[in-house]
């Protein structure tokens, strides 16, 4: 659906973050009178009425009855399309697109192409590996947008003057179906590897994998690059799609820390700035997705030594008296939490985890302690007692030091003592960050001050936008 399908339709915004702005802006751009209705918070509706849009009425309860009498309902990502009120009202007929929909809508050629897109998702280094990909695309001299829910809503970049070469979109699990909705089809889709994440949104671990592949079974995009490693990945059948494959020996791939292209030696990717084997392991799905758009990737490969690491992932933020602050606030699952302790192997860590409980089961964290566990572990946050509850057999067989607190602060004034001036403390809370901050953004920002970083030094995003 194009915006300017929209007009004479009953239209309402579920959402006023960025991604609400941006969806209110770009429809003011095509249809300036268009009726809207915004649904959102209290504090946000005194934000969106100073605007003074005359066409834009303003209420704060999304109830079933109300969203049923819309035509189309425009939500920000964070609201689950599986939610009661959303559900009752799909069944009567209303509509749920989002942003990225729109963008990908309006951006369509006339075979429903959209050129020159990578799209990149994935449980875990999507936003990472996007951002390779852009500083790659632009090392190969292209003008690249680096855009989506890495920090700049798409609608935000509708109309750029002059266009983008290429555009490197990072997509979430609840943007993946937007695209397939769209009727659009990604020129080059990558999918890095499947985990369960996101379970309160999605409903099921085995809903979230569904709505994640979207953007490969659904879209049907031109090019699939897939990780031949994920089992679940590696089983797809997609005969819309031509499907090139990383981590396989005749591709990119890794053998230890060496990078191969078949059986041709490129480079050690040890020394690169890439935090863990897993995102230098997505350098791999990179240059695929180069080949896969008819760039020569063989000669771009060594300027991922010139890359800046992203903040809130695996971010060695600095050492103050004698002790190592380590900001992963972007891992909300125990896999992720897993993958941060690998990449401190042999030092003395305090790990903090917990934060919004999302039902998601941290067995398999807990059996790998039995014999990789840290010096120490701090529990916080709304399922911070259950993974307490889970560490504590292990703990009282004398492995590891276990505490618990129930506020970042308090967590991190622990790690600290614990260390003894001595040590690693690593922020991989394995879990989102809603109930105590707006995002993990904010949970990074206040662990750096906790830490006594500058937090203003340590969140911008390099290269994100167009450049």
């Known amino acids: 659906m194009r915006i300017s399908q929209l007009e004479g339709r009953r239209v309402a915004l579920w959402g006023w973050g960025r991604e609400g702005r941006a969806a209110h802006q770009a429809i003011r751009g095509r249809l300036p009178t268009l009726p809207l209705t915004l649904f959102c918070s209290d504090a946000e ?52 697109i989002g942003g990225t929909s729109l963008w990908f809508a309006e951006q369509a050629d006339d075979d429903g192409l959209v050129p020159h897109t990578f799209c990149v998702t994935g449980t875990k280094g999507k936003s990472t590996t996007t951002s390779l990909l ?138 690169l700035p890439l935090p863990g084997r897993h995102n230098r392991g997505n350098l791999c799905a990179v240059l695929t997705a180069l080949e896969a758009a008819g760039i020569d990737a063989l000669p771009w490969a060594a300027h991922a030594h010139s890359f800046r690491p992203l903040p809130n992932r695996l971010q060695t933020m600095g050492t103050r008296d004698g002790i190592t602050w380590v900001n992963d606030s972007i891992s909300t699952t125990p896999h992720a939490t897993l993958a941060a302790l690998e990449c401190f192997d042999g030092h003395r860590i305090a790990l903090l985890v917990g934060g919004h409980d999302r039902g998601v089961d941290w067995s398999d964290f807990a059996n790998h302690m039995r014999d990789r566990a840290p010096h120490a572990i701090i529990t916080m946050g709304a399922n911070g007692p259950r993974i307490h509850d889970l560490l504590a057999p292990l703990a009282a067989e ?48 206040h662990f750096a001050e906790l830490a006594g970083f500058n937090p203003d030094d340590i969140t911008a995003i390099p290269g994100l936008g167009i450049a």
Do not use: C
Request: cysteine-free; aromatic content about 6%.
């Open 45 to 96: 509706a005194i934000e969106a009425a100073a605007l003074g849009d005359v066409s834009l009425h303003i209420e704060t309860q999304a109830t079933a009855e109300r969203l049923s009498t819309f035509d189309v309902v425009i939500k920000s990502p964070g609201i689950s399309p599986n939610s009661t009120a959303a559900l009752s009202a799909a069944a009567s007929g209303t509509r749920f």
């Open 134 to 271: 852009a500083h790659l695309l632009r090392a190969s001299g292209r003008r690249t947008a680096l855009v989506g829910n890495i920090g700049l809503p798409l609608l935000e970049v509708l109309d750029p003057v002059p266009a983008p070469d290429a555009w490197a979109i990072e997509l979430s699990s609840y943007q993946t179906g937007d695209v397939a909705a769209s009727g659009a089809r990604p020129d080059v889709a990558v999918v890095l590897n499947l985990f369960p994440e996101h379970l309160d949104w999605h409903g099921s671990e085995a809903r979230y994998i569904e709505d994640k592949l979207k953007l490969v079974t659904d879209a049907h995009p031109r090019i699939a690059v897939l990780n031949a490693a994920d089992p679940r990945l590696a089983a797809l059948d997609l005969p819309h799609s031509d499907v090139r494959w990383f981590n396989r020996k005749d591709g990119w791939h890794l053998r230890e820390d060496d990078l191969y292209r078949g059986d041709v030696f490129v480079i050690d990717t040890r020394p």
């Open 398 to 445: 004398g492995g590891f030091m276990l505490l618990s607190a129930q506020t970042l602060p308090e967590a991190a004034a622990a790690a600290r003592a614990s260390l003894d001036g001595d040590g690693v403390v690593l922020l991989s809370p394995g879990a989102p960050s809603f109930g105590q901050y707006r995002d993990y953004v904010a949970r990074g920002r």
